[in-house]
């Protein structure tokens, strides 16, 4: 076989929206539910940042019955004048790629949308998108199927469908089914994301409405007290140790809002937000609130005598214990890491952040003695429970440390090179004994647990660090672990780059699952975050057909379509567990990363996924009774 030719012909150059189609996931982080419902997130978003520029106070968001969505503001309306390229610029912007107001600072201070990549791109993954502006009295319109322009201009110019005294944009676009895994959008998800968006911009009305059949629904989001009320809705159900503290203030442009309250629970939730957009993984902004913080609490813990000469500082998490804080600035330009803006880069955010919040928190506590010394109390516990912990932690989890490799549980890999390393958390002996006979012992690393594990959501602290399952799985990974207090969790020292949880395909399995999940989620939060927790999905099916290859079946809807598609007889094999697999057939079916299908654990909304995982997995039984009974049909059963 000759080289493949590698010449000027063999560059391909995208043109127009055919780059998003491409690879879709480099726009909106994926074609799952996420990156769908972020088609929503990014008009909704363009109305905002209208709001924002003080000309919208209205946004409408429609889920309609035929599956589209429909997005409305009372904002100027996308110009509609002829541009520069010698047609309407609303088709420049719902066409072109990088092409919209937000470049300049001219007709947008602050925007969430700064790429002019957000109506173009839900634009190229939409079967059809219909936009109607209304604009100087006049409803102009425009369509498309899959981006291309399907209505005729007149003279370059939309044509005009007739007479209005309103202003504004109104989209209603449908996702392509032949990009998306789902075409579904999550109603849940764009409720929690809409509430948010009202709780930032407290002079904003959001009006929702599901007009899916059997899912009818009409609710107004409207917050005038704003990020305050955010904060208390958080801590609904906690008992608070102060009123919120709220500031707002602005240096060299950048503006910084702030609400914090101490609850009476050992935990740490900050959400950061830039121009309207939830930074799930933090940031310049969060960095520059922490450490003045903490700077903050030791230096008045030491002039009231809290903390004496020789005691030493409250760590950041001490002073962070039991905080709930809501973090958002407005930003003239950020610089975000990734297209999906989950994190602040831009430096001189840490700066206004830093210096506002040392200011304000300052003046507040200088006037708030007793607020203060509830606060300094927060850390003071949290110090003491860290300093019994570590010393807990060193009888139960150091001693082991050593002879961990070698006591038969863990059977590691050679490679100590992380990128390339994975672990399988296998439920089971059985399946384990298989799993380290059938891995590659270069880079594939086999934990079997007995069991389940402990539900570290209703255990103490203590119980959790005396489990031996959990005792170790922080070891085996090796970047030890934070829960508000024993905050010692270093991800750069994670031991292998894939976490990957391979249970039996059936009910127990997913409690299993379950149960690893809500252990990581609450001690190892920035595992999932950052991308490295998969779920192993074993094949469910063998198919052996008279003639032909065997193949391997991951579930139901393959084995309908193998039905449907293959002409003759076949013998029918059904895997109850991983244990029924010999060596050779679970490499070959789930270790082996040329066939294996895994399933990235991925956080949408923090906020939900930590009020679910409380409901679901904690002591309360009526929320999770009723949660069960609501979404009972949305259930896909495994028969």
Not at 142 to 147: H, I, L, P, V
Not at 151 to 164: F, N, S, Y
Not at 170 to 191: G, H, S, Y
Not at 277 to 304: D, P, V
Request: charged fraction near 25%; aromatic fraction near 8%.
């Amino acid at each position: 076989m000759g080289k493949a030719q590698y010449d000027a012909d063999s560059i391909t150059v995208l043109e127009g929206l055919e780059a998003v189609r491409k690879r879709p996931g480099m726009y909106i982080g994926g074609v799952g539910t996420k990156g769908l419902n972020h088609l929503i997130y990014e008009i909704v978003d363009n109305s905002v940042d209208e709001h924002l520029a003080g000309e919208c106070t209205s946004i409408w968001v429609t889920l309609e019955a035929d599956g589209s969505c429909t997005v409305r503001d009372n904002g100027r309306g996308i110009p509609v004048e002829m541009h520069k390229k010698g047609v309407s610029a609303e088709r420049v912007v719902l066409s072109t790629l990088h092409a919209g107001g937000k470049f300049d600072n001219s007709a947008y201070k602050t925007s969430g949308g700064l790429h002019g990549v957000g109506s173009s791109v839900v634009n190229a993954l939409s079967e059809h998108l219909d936009i109607k502006i209304y604009k100087n009295g006049q409803i102009h319109h425009d369509a498309y199927e899959r981006g291309i322009p399907v209505v005729e201009l007149v003279d370059g110019l939309l044509p005009v469908i007739g007479k209005t005294k309103e202003t504004g944009t109104c989209i209603n676009f449908l996702p392509d089914d032949t990009i998306f895994e789902k075409t579904k959008f999550k109603a849940e998800w764009l409720k929690s994301r809409l509430h948010e968006t009202a709780y930032l911009n407290p002079a904003l009305t959001i009006y929702y409405e599901n007009r899916r059949a059997g899912e009818e629904e009409k609710i107004v989001y409207s917050e005038p007290d704003g990020i305050i009320a955010y904060v208390k809705e958080i801590n609904a159900g906690k008992t608070p140790v102060h009123e919120p503290i709220y500031f707002k203030g602005s240096m060299e442009g950048i503006e910084v809002e702030a609400a914090i309250q101490f609850v009476d629970t050992f935990e740490e939730n900050i959400l950061g937000f830039c121009n309207n957009i939830f930074t799930q993984e933090g940031g310049t902004h969060l960095a520059g609130f922490k450490t003045k913080f903490t700077m903050l609490i030791n230096s008045y813990a030491r002039e009231l005598g809290i903390l004496k000469e020789k005691d030493s500082n409250f760590t950041g998490a001490d002073t962070r214990n039991g905080m709930t804080a809501v973090i958002a600035i407005k930003h003239p330009d950020p610089i975000f890491e990734g297209q999906t803006k989950t994190k602040l880069a831009s430096a001189d955010a840490t700066k206004a952040v830093f210096t506002l919040a040392g200011e304000e928190l300052q003046r507040f506590f200088d006037r708030n003695l007793e607020t203060l010394k509830a606060v300094i109390g927060c850390a003071e516990k949290s110090a003491k429970i860290r300093k019994a912990e570590e010393k807990a932690k060193t009888n139960m989890l150091t001693k082991s440390r050593f002879s961990f490799d070698s006591n038969g549980k863990l059977a590691n890999c050679e490679s100590r090179d992380a990128e390339k390393c994975e672990i399988f958390i296998v439920e089971g002996d059985s399946a384990g004994g298989s799993a380290k006979m059938g891995r590659n012992r270069q880079y594939q690393a086999i934990l079997p647990i007995r069991g389940k594990i402990l539900n570290v959501e209703k255990a103490s602290m203590d119980k959790v660090l005396a489990n031996a399952e959990i005792k170790t799985m922080i070891n085996a990974f090796g970047c030890g672990f934070s829960e508000g207090y024993g905050n010692d969790f270093d991800i750069s020292k994670l031991r292998y780059n894939k976490i990957i949880l391979m249970t039996d395909a059936d009910v127990d399995g997913s409690h299993i699952d379950t149960l690893l999940l809500t252990f990581l989620y609450r001690f190892m939060p920035d595992l999932i975050t950052e991308g490295h927790v998969y779920i192993a999905m074993p094949p469910l099916f063998k198919v052996i057909p008279k003639k032909g290859e065997e193949q391997y079946l991951y579930d139901e809807k393959a084995l309908e379509k193998y039905k449907k598609t293959h002409a003759g007889g076949f013998t029918l094999q059904r895997y109850k567990g991983l244990g029924e697999m010999d060596a050779e057939q679970l490499w070959e079916t789930t270790l082996n990363p040329e066939n294996r299908v895994l399933k990235q654990v991925e956080i949408e909304d923090a906020r939900m996924a930590s009020e679910i995982t409380e409901m679901l997995m904690g002591s309360d039984v009526p929320p999770r009774r009723q949660f069960i009974y609501d979404h009972a049909e949305e259930a896909e059963i495994d028969a």
